[in-house]
């Protein structure tokens, strides 16, 4: 079952002390990258939610946002005079820097976060707090991967059509393949024949056999054919399988690329080419996809 990189969640939990919301996104990325924005208040929430958002995916471009509303019984506060004197300090050196005027009043940072800390900050309330937002990011992952599992199934059913044209095509070429060998084993030895006869050369039978043996290998498309098949049937094997990992399906996408490259270039055959080039083109839709797959 596939899971896509792209997915989306917004959730939200009320307590007597306000609300608090939760909202992830996240995009294709080779890598995990994890982004968690929150109010100061919260900031030692970060390094949490990094974690728990870590084990619920293996790869992507993550941006986390958290945010709270406090009530209105958490409003009755008191000044942070530690964070109120940092404020007071930069205050003063951009006033220097800037040449601006002395007429900030303390009042006008009161609205600064982190100024005014609530007067109901206790030991109890602040456990009340670290229980809503983990329950709040429970949620939230929850709802989230939902999403990626509903866009894996999109992707999935894509990949597979895509795959089926494939395997449709890598069928007609080995239709054609079987059809065209012995023709051309023939035209080669006539060929082979007629310039040793032109040259005025002794023809000797088992050198000439030999000779279109060693040809013959050079391209012979049998065994890409069969690897091309082996793979196209593992691919198939993992997409069924829990723990498909997206690098793990391109580097197979890769491999039976290089397969068909290899077709391509070995057969004269007019229409082989053709169906290669098609097979190619089913083959980049499936790598198109698999971008997004987790």
Same mark, same amino acid.
């Given at each position: 079952?596939?899971?896509? $990189?792209?997915?989306?969640? =917004?959730?939200?939990?009320?307590? +007597?002390? *306000? ?12 890598? #995990? ?8 208040? &919260? ?26 509303? %406090?009530? +209105? ?31 900030? #009043?303390?009042?006008? &940072?009161?609205?600064? +976060?982190?100024? $005014? ?16 937002? @983990?329950? @709040? ?6 709802? %989230?991967?939902? $999403?990626?599992?509903?866009? *894996? ?15 449709? =095509? ?6 054609? %393949? ?9 035209? $080669? ?18 050198? &000439? ?9 050079? %391209? ?6 069969? =690897? ?7 691919? =198939? ?8 990992? *997206? ?6 996408? #890769? ?33 198109? #996809? ?5």
């Amino acid at each position: 079952m596939l899971r896509s $990189m792209t997915g989306f969640s =917004r959730t939200s939990i009320d307590r +007597p002390f *306000g609300s608090i919301s939760l909202e992830i996104s996240s995009v294709n990325h080779r890598n #995990q990258e994890i982004f968690v924005k929150s109010p100061r208040e &919260l900031f030692r929430f970060e390094q949490t939610i990094q974690q728990e958002i870590r084990k619920a995916s293996r790869r992507g471009k993550i941006q986390v946002r958290l945010e709270v509303c %406090w009530g +209105p019984a958490f409003r009755g506060a008191v000044i942070d005079r530690i964070v109120l004197d940092g404020y007071i300090r930069d205050t003063a050196k951009a006033r220097a820097a800037f040449g601006l005027p002395e007429d900030v #009043q303390v009042e006008q &940072l009161l609205s600064l +976060p982190g100024v $005014m800390v609530s007067s109901q900050e206790t030991e109890e309330l602040e456990k009340e707090i670290e229980e809503a937002i @983990l329950s @709040l990011v429970a949620a939230g992952i929850r709802e %989230w991967v939902d $999403m990626k599992k509903t866009e *894996g199934s999109h992707l999935e059913k894509e990949i597979l059509a895509h795959l089926e044209g494939l395997e449709s =095509r890598v069928i007609e070429i080995e239709n054609r %393949w079987k059809a065209a060998k012995a023709g051309a084993l023939s035209s $080669m030895k006539e060929r082979i024949i007629s310039f040793v006869e032109s040259g005025g050369f002794d023809c000797d039978e088992g050198r &000439l056999a030999q000779e279109i043996v060693i040809l013959n290998d050079k %391209w012979d498309i049998s065994e890409e054919l069969a =690897r091309l098949a082996s793979h196209m049937d593992k691919f =198939r094997s993992m997409v069924d399988n829990k723990g498909v990992n *997206g690098k793990t399906l391109d580097f197979l996408v #890769q491999e039976m690329n290089r397969e068909i490259n290899t077709v391509a270039s070995k057969v004269q055959d007019a229409e082989i080419r053709w169906l290669s080039v098609e097979a190619k083109s089913e083959l980049e839709s499936v790598r198109e #996809q698999i971008q997004n797959v987790e």
